[in-house]
Protein backbone atom coordinates (compact mmCIF):
# COMPACT_ATOMS: atom_id res chain seq x y z
CA UNK A 1 0.00 0.00 0.00
CA UNK A 2 1.28 3.66 -0.69
CA UNK A 3 0.73 5.31 1.80
CA UNK A 4 1.67 8.85 1.02
CA UNK A 5 0.33 8.97 -2.77
CA UNK A 6 0.76 12.29 -4.75
CA UNK A 7 -2.12 14.45 -4.47
CA UNK A 8 -3.83 15.98 -7.56
CA UNK A 9 -5.96 19.25 -7.55
CA UNK A 10 -9.02 18.97 -9.53
CA UNK A 11 -9.98 22.05 -11.39
CA UNK A 12 -8.23 23.80 -9.24
CA UNK A 13 -9.52 22.81 -6.09
CA UNK A 14 -13.23 23.71 -7.26
CA UNK A 15 -14.68 22.59 -3.73
CA UNK A 16 -12.82 25.44 -2.08
CA UNK A 17 -12.40 28.19 -4.95
CA UNK A 18 -14.46 28.92 -8.32
CA UNK A 19 -13.22 25.79 -10.16
CA UNK A 20 -10.83 25.97 -13.23
CA UNK A 21 -10.33 30.39 -13.01
CA UNK A 22 -6.82 31.26 -12.30
CA UNK A 23 -8.04 32.14 -8.27
CA UNK A 24 -8.22 28.90 -8.07
CA UNK A 25 -5.13 27.60 -9.59
CA UNK A 26 -3.40 30.39 -7.32
CA UNK A 27 -4.57 29.20 -4.28
CA UNK A 28 -3.49 25.40 -5.24
CA UNK A 29 0.10 26.61 -5.59
CA UNK A 30 -0.40 28.19 -2.83
CA UNK A 31 -1.45 25.29 -0.86
CA UNK A 32 2.16 24.00 -2.29
CA UNK A 33 0.78 21.33 -4.00
CA UNK A 34 2.54 19.45 -6.80
CA UNK A 35 0.24 18.57 -8.96
CA UNK A 36 -3.47 19.99 -10.93
CA UNK A 37 -5.70 18.95 -13.18
CA UNK A 38 -8.16 20.97 -15.76
CA UNK A 39 -10.11 20.85 -18.72
CA UNK A 40 -10.05 22.05 -21.97
CA UNK A 41 -12.55 22.97 -24.50
CA UNK A 42 -12.34 25.84 -27.65
CA UNK A 43 -14.30 28.64 -28.62
CA UNK A 44 -15.93 29.51 -31.41
CA UNK A 45 -13.22 31.55 -32.65
CA UNK A 46 -10.63 29.01 -32.07
CA UNK A 47 -9.05 29.85 -28.45
CA UNK A 48 -8.62 27.49 -25.52
CA UNK A 49 -10.30 28.19 -22.96
CA UNK A 50 -10.32 26.31 -19.35
CA UNK A 51 -13.26 24.89 -18.27
CA UNK A 52 -15.15 21.18 -17.26
CA UNK A 53 -18.33 21.21 -19.06
CA UNK A 54 -19.37 21.83 -22.84
CA UNK A 55 -21.54 24.63 -21.41
CA UNK A 56 -21.07 27.50 -19.39
CA UNK A 57 -24.45 26.80 -17.75
CA UNK A 58 -23.27 25.59 -14.39
CA UNK A 59 -19.86 27.57 -13.63
CA UNK A 60 -21.10 30.64 -14.77
CA UNK A 61 -23.84 33.19 -14.97
CA UNK A 62 -24.63 32.41 -18.35
CA UNK A 63 -25.78 29.98 -20.66
CA UNK A 64 -24.66 28.16 -24.20
CA UNK A 65 -22.21 25.89 -25.79
CA UNK A 66 -18.71 26.89 -25.10
CA UNK A 67 -17.76 26.03 -28.97
CA UNK A 68 -20.55 28.20 -30.25
CA UNK A 69 -18.91 31.72 -28.23
CA UNK A 70 -15.93 33.68 -28.75
CA UNK A 71 -13.78 34.14 -26.14
CA UNK A 72 -14.84 37.73 -26.00
CA UNK A 73 -19.08 36.61 -25.23
CA UNK A 74 -17.35 33.77 -22.68
CA UNK A 75 -14.86 35.94 -20.76
CA UNK A 76 -17.55 38.47 -20.24
CA UNK A 77 -19.06 35.69 -17.77
CA UNK A 78 -18.69 35.59 -14.02
CA UNK A 79 -17.31 32.13 -13.28
CA UNK A 80 -17.87 31.93 -9.46
CA UNK A 81 -20.12 28.72 -10.43
CA UNK A 82 -20.97 27.38 -6.42
CA UNK A 83 -19.08 30.11 -5.11
CA UNK A 84 -21.35 33.12 -4.37
CA UNK A 85 -19.34 34.80 -1.76
CA UNK A 86 -16.07 34.86 -3.49
CA UNK A 87 -15.59 38.69 -3.25
CA UNK A 88 -15.32 39.47 -6.84
CA UNK A 89 -16.30 38.16 -10.30
CA UNK A 90 -14.12 35.85 -11.85
CA UNK A 91 -13.86 34.87 -15.52
CA UNK A 92 -13.00 31.60 -17.54
CA UNK A 93 -9.10 31.99 -18.15
CA UNK A 94 -7.82 30.92 -21.65
CA UNK A 95 -4.66 27.59 -21.61
CA UNK A 96 -2.36 29.95 -21.92
CA UNK A 97 -3.14 32.07 -19.29
CA UNK A 98 -3.22 29.11 -16.94
CA UNK A 99 0.06 27.76 -17.66
CA UNK A 100 1.67 30.88 -17.28
CA UNK A 101 0.53 30.70 -13.90
CA UNK A 102 1.17 26.99 -13.38
CA UNK A 103 4.72 27.65 -14.24
CA UNK A 104 5.74 26.71 -10.94
CA UNK A 105 3.73 23.63 -10.83
CA UNK A 106 5.62 20.17 -11.12
CA UNK A 107 2.98 18.85 -13.09
CA UNK A 108 -0.30 19.59 -15.09
CA UNK A 109 -2.69 16.90 -15.95
CA UNK A 110 -4.53 18.47 -18.66
CA UNK A 111 -8.04 16.98 -19.78
CA UNK A 112 -8.83 17.36 -23.58
CA UNK A 113 -13.09 16.95 -23.34
CA UNK A 114 -15.28 15.27 -25.86
CA UNK A 115 -16.00 17.11 -28.93
CA UNK A 116 -16.34 16.72 -32.67
CA UNK A 117 -13.62 15.05 -34.30
CA UNK A 118 -12.47 18.38 -35.99
CA UNK A 119 -12.62 20.31 -32.77
CA UNK A 120 -10.66 17.81 -30.79
CA UNK A 121 -7.80 18.03 -33.07
CA UNK A 122 -7.71 21.62 -32.67
CA UNK A 123 -7.35 21.27 -29.37
CA UNK A 124 -4.75 18.30 -29.34
CA UNK A 125 -2.56 21.09 -31.50
CA UNK A 126 -3.82 23.90 -29.56
CA UNK A 127 -2.68 22.08 -26.27
CA UNK A 128 0.85 21.09 -27.92
CA UNK A 129 1.50 24.58 -29.73
CA UNK A 130 0.90 26.37 -26.60
CA UNK A 131 3.45 24.23 -24.35
CA UNK A 132 6.03 24.34 -26.98
CA UNK A 133 5.37 28.72 -26.98
CA UNK A 134 5.48 29.13 -23.40
CA UNK A 135 8.48 26.85 -23.19
CA UNK A 136 6.84 23.89 -20.85
CA UNK A 137 8.40 20.64 -22.20
CA UNK A 138 7.81 18.38 -19.00
CA UNK A 139 5.60 17.95 -16.72
CA UNK A 140 2.71 17.59 -18.79
CA UNK A 141 0.14 14.60 -19.45
CA UNK A 142 -2.45 14.63 -21.63
CA UNK A 143 -6.01 12.98 -20.43
CA UNK A 144 -9.02 12.04 -21.92
CA UNK A 145 -12.23 9.82 -21.50
CA UNK A 146 -11.95 9.71 -25.61
CA UNK A 147 -9.49 7.35 -26.91
CA UNK A 148 -9.82 9.08 -30.30
CA UNK A 149 -8.57 12.42 -28.70
CA UNK A 150 -5.56 10.27 -26.86
CA UNK A 151 -5.18 8.62 -30.49
CA UNK A 152 -4.55 12.33 -31.98
CA UNK A 153 -1.61 13.03 -29.11
CA UNK A 154 -0.06 9.87 -29.48
CA UNK A 155 -0.18 10.93 -33.99
CA UNK A 156 0.66 14.33 -32.75
CA UNK A 157 3.37 13.98 -30.58
CA UNK A 158 4.39 10.51 -29.36
CA UNK A 159 6.71 12.40 -26.56
CA UNK A 160 3.91 13.71 -24.76
CA UNK A 161 2.32 11.43 -22.00
CA UNK A 162 -0.87 10.32 -21.83
CA UNK A 163 -3.61 9.53 -19.39
CA UNK A 164 -6.20 7.37 -20.44
CA UNK A 165 -9.32 8.19 -18.00
CA UNK A 166 -12.25 5.94 -16.67
CA UNK A 167 -13.48 2.43 -15.22
CA UNK A 168 -10.55 0.38 -15.38
CA UNK A 169 -12.94 -2.16 -14.21
CA UNK A 170 -14.06 -2.97 -17.90
CA UNK A 171 -11.55 -4.84 -19.98
CA UNK A 172 -11.31 -3.24 -22.93
CA UNK A 173 -9.99 -0.47 -21.17
CA UNK A 174 -5.97 -2.36 -20.86
CA UNK A 175 -6.23 -3.36 -24.11
CA UNK A 176 -7.27 0.73 -25.55
CA UNK A 177 -4.23 1.72 -22.76
CA UNK A 178 -1.92 -0.42 -25.00
CA UNK A 179 -3.17 0.68 -27.73
CA UNK A 180 -2.63 4.50 -27.07
CA UNK A 181 0.62 3.63 -25.20
CA UNK A 182 -0.46 5.82 -22.09
CA UNK A 183 1.71 6.42 -19.07
CA UNK A 184 -1.18 6.64 -16.75
CA UNK A 185 -4.19 4.76 -15.80
CA UNK A 186 -7.32 7.34 -14.28
CA UNK A 187 -9.15 5.28 -12.64
CA UNK A 188 -12.75 5.84 -11.14
CA UNK A 189 -11.72 4.95 -7.27
CA UNK A 190 -15.14 3.75 -7.16
CA UNK A 191 -15.02 1.05 -8.85
CA UNK A 192 -11.46 -0.15 -8.14
CA UNK A 193 -9.41 -2.68 -6.18
CA UNK A 194 -6.20 -3.17 -4.82
CA UNK A 195 -5.80 -6.00 -7.72
CA UNK A 196 -6.70 -3.89 -10.46
CA UNK A 197 -4.78 -1.23 -8.93
CA UNK A 198 -1.57 -3.76 -8.72
CA UNK A 199 -2.38 -5.14 -12.31
CA UNK A 200 -1.96 -1.34 -13.38
CA UNK A 201 1.08 -1.06 -11.98
CA UNK A 202 2.68 -4.03 -13.50
CA UNK A 203 1.93 -3.40 -16.27
CA UNK A 204 3.72 0.11 -16.21
CA UNK A 205 1.23 2.45 -15.31
CA UNK A 206 1.10 5.42 -13.12
CA UNK A 207 -2.18 5.17 -11.26
CA UNK A 208 -4.24 8.21 -10.29
CA UNK A 209 -7.77 7.21 -8.37
CA UNK A 210 -10.58 9.79 -8.63
CA UNK A 211 -12.86 11.06 -7.14
CA UNK A 212 -11.64 11.50 -3.50
CA UNK A 213 -14.12 13.80 -1.59
CA UNK A 214 -14.94 12.18 1.72
CA UNK A 215 -13.18 9.46 4.56
CA UNK A 216 -14.89 6.29 2.85
CA UNK A 217 -12.72 7.57 -0.43
CA UNK A 218 -9.68 8.36 1.20
CA UNK A 219 -10.10 4.65 3.11
CA UNK A 220 -10.70 3.47 -0.51
CA UNK A 221 -7.70 4.61 -2.24
CA UNK A 222 -5.27 4.08 0.19
CA UNK A 223 -6.00 0.83 0.72
CA UNK A 224 -5.81 0.85 -3.22
CA UNK A 225 -2.54 1.82 -3.07
CA UNK A 226 -2.82 4.41 -5.93
CA UNK A 227 0.08 6.76 -6.84
CA UNK A 228 -1.87 9.50 -6.64
CA UNK A 229 -5.43 10.57 -5.66
CA UNK A 230 -6.98 13.39 -7.34
CA UNK A 231 -9.51 15.53 -5.03
CA UNK A 232 -11.69 18.71 -5.37
CA UNK A 233 -10.49 20.12 -1.82
CA UNK A 234 -7.07 19.68 -1.41
CA UNK A 235 -6.82 21.45 2.11
CA UNK A 236 -9.08 18.58 3.53
CA UNK A 237 -8.11 15.66 1.91
CA UNK A 238 -4.39 16.18 1.25
CA UNK A 239 -3.07 15.60 4.92
CA UNK A 240 -5.59 12.63 5.44
CA UNK A 241 -3.90 11.45 2.30
CA UNK A 242 -0.94 11.80 4.37
CA UNK A 243 0.23 14.89 2.26
CA UNK A 244 1.55 18.70 4.13
CA UNK A 245 -0.38 21.55 2.94
CA UNK A 246 -0.19 25.16 4.00
CA UNK A 247 -2.18 26.79 5.85
CA UNK A 248 -3.61 29.02 3.27
CA UNK A 249 -7.54 30.95 3.61
CA UNK A 250 -9.46 30.23 0.19
CA UNK A 251 -11.61 33.35 0.60
Known sequence: ?????????????????????????????????TSVEFDVHITADDTLVVIHDATVDRTTNGSGAVN????????????????????????IPTLREV????????????EI?????????????????TLEYLGRRGGVTLTSFEPL???MAMHA????????????????????????????????????TPELVAAAKVAGYYTVGWPCNDEDAVRKVLACGFDAVCTDAP?????????????????
Open 1 to 33: MNSKPEVVSHRGARFEMPENTIEGFQYALALGM
Open 68 to 91: EMTLEEIQQLDARSIHQLFPYPVS
Open 99 to 110: INTLSEMKHLEI
Open 113 to 129: KRDSPENMQKVVTGILT
Open 149 to 151: ALE
Open 157 to 192: SPDTPRGLIGDWSQPEMFMEATRLQVSRACMRQTTA
Open 235 to 251: SVFGPLLGREVNDVKAY
